[in-house]
C-alpha cells in the first residue's frame, strides 16, 4: 500500500482523481482518501510541522503500516529555482539544525525523475519570501513527515517528491489554492509513473535470504537497530542483483566475520555499507 501525505487539499486533488481515491466519512481528525483495492491511502495533514507529524503518525498507525510491504510518499509544493517535480535527496531542518537522508534506493530514471532532478530541500517555519541558497528546495512539513515515520518506516521506503509553484513570496496570498492545483496537475503523470514503478520493483523486496541475514545478524551481535539497517543493505544488494553471499564470505576470510563485540560488528556493519554502495 502507499501511504501519502499531503499538506493542502489544494495539492492532493489532482492525485486523489488520478488515483480514484475515495473521501474516509467516519469520524476522523484529518481528511483522509483511500482506494477501494487498498492500494492507496492518503492523508491531507494542513501546513507546518506539528500538523504533519501529527498527521502521519495517524496515518501510519490506523491503517497499519507494512515496513516490508508498504511505502510513504510526501507529495507536495515547495519554492526554489529549478521548475518541476525533484525527488528529494536530503532534508535539513531550520529550525532544529538536524539533517534526515531518504535512502535513495531505487532509481527512479524511468519514470522522469533523473539524477538532475535530486534535490535538498530546507523545512521552513513559514513561507519564505526569498531563497537563502537557490540550489535548495524550501518547504514547510518535511523533515517532520521524516520523523514521525521513521519509528515506523525504513528510509528507502520513504519518497519525497516537491514541485516547484514559486521562487518566494512575501506575500503568500499569491499562492492560491487554484495555482497550486494548476502546478500539481502538471506533474501527477510523474507521481503515477513513480507508484507503478515502485509498486512493480518492490513486491517481493522482503524475500531476501533470510537464514544468510540471521546467521550474519548474529555473527555481528548487532542490536536491533543494526539489525534493521542490515536489512535494507540486504534488501538493496537484492534489488541491485549483488551478490550479497560473496561479499560477506569475502568479509570471513579477511577475518571481519564473526564479530567481537557489537562495537566491532557495528564497524563490519558500516563496511557492508561502503562496499555495497
Partial sequence: MFFIVCALSAEAKPL??????RRDNRACPYDTFFAEDSSSV??????????????TTYLLTRFGFCPEK????????????APGI?????????VTGRDFYPDMLYDLSSCGLPLSSEKALVTVSKVVASLEDPSLLYEMEA???FQAAARFVPPHRMIF???V??????????????LLTKWAEKHISTVISVLDHLKDVTEDDGAIDEDLFLGTALALRLSETMRHELHQLFVYAKTEEIDMEKLLSDLEKEGNIPAKSKREGKEVLDVIRQRLI
Fill in 16 to 21: 486523489i482523481s488520478a488515483l480514484s481515491l
Fill in 161 to 163: 517528491l516537491k514541485y
Fill in 42 to 55: 492518503l492523508v491531507i495533514s494542513g501546513m507546518g510541522t506539528v500538523a504533519a507529524a501529527s498527521a
Fill in 70 to 81: 508498504d511505502i510513504l510518499i510526501n507529495f507536495g509544493s515547495c519554492a526554489g529555482k
Fill in 165 to 178: 509553484s514559486d521562487s518566494g513570496t512575501d506575500d503568500p496570498k499569491k499562492i492560491t489554492s487554484a
Fill in 143 to 145: 523533515s517532520a513527515v
Fill in 86 to 94: 525533484h525527488l528529494v535527496n536530503k532534508i535539513h531542518d531550520e
